[in-house]
């Protein structure tokens, strides 16, 4: 019974520190709306063309606090014109201790913009709408997969640049 408890105690002080993670601030950091065809694009007729172009930027701010700023670009054409152009930067300010690296580039690369993207999506339909469009609703994204496909670049990247000096040296 003594060596249970022992060996118990041994293992829990062997265990990792628990990760933890808290939104701090969520805000919005630049925002900017344009209809440079009103008034007469009202009476366009047509099928738009839209244009959605993301972005993710990631700053550290302090020990285990970085702000994760979420870039959408979404312009609307109708034939050459253009209709609209929403653009705007939603961040978030959020800490995080106890990750290990590859979990922390996890995490603020698909957790943290998962965290701010419904905030731009009401931002930007509450613009278009407000611009006098009817409403515009961004369908969810899937950062995973925009994740997942940063890291194939990342390794293809790398495996080029030890590839490049291998083959200058032949």
Same mark, same amino acid.
């Given at each position: 019974?003594?060596?249970?408890?022992?060996?118990?105690?041994?293992?829990?002080?062997?265990?990792?520190?628990?990760?933890?993670?808290?939104?701090?601030?969520?805000?919005?950091?630049?925002?900017?709306?344009?209809?440079?065809?009103?008034?007469?694009?009202?009476?366009?007729?047509?099928?738009?063309?839209?244009?959605?172009?993301?972005?993710?930027?990631?700053?550290?701010?302090?020990?285990?606090?970085?702000?994760?700023?979420?870039?959408?670009?979404?312009?609307?054409?109708?034939?050459?014109?253009?209709?609209?152009?929403? $653009? %705007?930067? #939603? *961040? +978030?300010? &959020?800490?995080?201790?106890?990750?290990?690296?590859? =979990?922390?580039?996890?995490?603020?690369?698909?957790?943290?913009?998962?965290?701010?993207?419904?905030?731009?999506?009401?931002?930007?339909? $509450? %613009?278009? #709408? *407000? +611009?006098? &469009?009817?409403?515009?609703?961004?369908?969810?994204? =899937?950062?995973?997969?925009?994740?997942?496909?940063?890291?194939?670049?990342?390794?293809?990247?790398?495996?080029?640049?030890?590839?490049?000096?291998?083959?200058?040296?032949?």
């Amino acid at each position: 019974m003594a060596d249970e408890i022992t060996n118990g105690a041994a293992g829990a002080e062997a265990l990792p520190s628990q990760a933890q993670f808290a939104i701090q601030k969520v805000y919005v950091k630049d925002v900017s709306f344009e209809a440079p065809g009103t008034p007469m694009v009202f009476n366009e007729q047509g099928n738009p063309d839209l244009n959605l172009n993301l972005n993710q930027k990631v700053g550290k701010l302090a020990d285990d606090v970085y702000e994760v700023v979420l870039g959408i670009n979404l312009t609307c054409k109708l034939g050459d014109k253009t209709v609209y152009i929403v $653009e %705007l930067e #939603q *961040a +978030g300010i &959020f800490a995080m201790t106890g990750f290990d690296e590859r =979990n922390l580039d996890f995490m603020l690369g698909t957790y943290c913009p998962n965290v701010l993207f419904p905030y731009a999506r009401q931002l930007a339909s $509450e %613009l278009i #709408q *407000a +611009g006098g &469009f009817p409403p515009f609703y961004l369908q969810p994204i =899937n950062f995973e997969a925009i994740y997942a496909e940063s890291l194939r670049r990342r390794a293809d990247q790398l495996k080029s640049g030890m590839a490049a000096p291998a083959a200058g040296s032949a």
